[in-house]
């Protein structure tokens, strides 16, 4: 088991930044891909960002390129996630995952462990 407890969110203006972080618990965070998705009101869960094992791949949505970044430390057991210039669009609730081999990125079934959510707010 692997438990996944978010921070970080709040309410902030467009163009102002904020950090989540995520950190992990149980079996060994290493081995696992971390990936964020967020969450709007009325809308499916969408891919954000993700990083592999190491830290050294990552992937992004096409929405959030240039302006997320993902990084991870594995002692302690944290992935984060760095957002610059929020817009309006980017209101959800985040939600941190982790996966063993997710065969598809960006697919929500391939990762096993989903912590609570943390709500993001940006004003316009």
């Known amino acids: 088991q692997v438990q996944l407890v978010e921070s970080g969110g709040g309410l902030v203006q467009a163009g102002a930044s904020l950090t989540l972080s995520c950190a992990a618990s149980?079996?060994?965070?290493?081995?696992?891909?971390m990936a964020w998705f967020r969450q709007a009101p009325g809308k499916h869960r969408e891919f954000v960002a993700a990083i592999n094992w190491s830290g050294d791949i990552t992937y992004n949505a096409d929405s959030v390129k240039g302006r997320f970044t993902i990084f991870r430390n594995n002692v302690p057991n944290t992935v984060y996630l760095q957002m610059n210039s929020l817009k309006s669009d980017d209101t959800a609730v985040y939600y941190c995952a982790a996966g063993a081999i997710p065969r598809r990125i960006s697919d929500s079934t391939g990762y096993q462990y989903w912590g609570q959510g943390t709500q993001v707010t940006v004003s316009s």
């Open positions: 149980g079996r060994t965070f290493s081995a696992y891909v």
